[in-house]
């Protein structure tokens, strides 16, 4: 999975409309503040995903009822990486 790509707060601000297009191609813009993460601002995709990510916290799944899709995801999930 690429790297977000990781800009100041004050650069942010002044280019917002370079990050605006630019956004569609990273993916994610983290927002940094001396040297820290303090936010981010996605794309219309990766924000869909994460809607659909929160959506299925909270879904409670049945073994009987998973799809075979979301079992290849758990055979195949390692721990501590990201899945797409």
Do not use: C
Not at 9 to 21: E, L, V
Not at 29 to 46: F, L, M
Not at 47 to 63: D, G, M, P, S, T
Request: charged share 35%.
């Amino acid at each position: 999975m690429p790297r977000a790509l990781q800009v100041p707060a004050t650069a942010f601000s002044r280019s917002f409309g370079k990050y605006r297009d630019e956004v569609h191609s990273v993916g994610v813009i983290e927002i940094t503040s001396h040297d820290r993460v303090v936010g981010a601002y996605i794309s219309a995709k990766e924000l869909e995903h994460f809607n659909a990510l929160k959506k299925r916290e909270r879904q409670v799944i049945r073994v009987e009822d998973a799809d075979d899709e979301l079992i290849e995801a758990i055979k195949n999930a390692r721990w501590g990486e990201i899945s797409e």
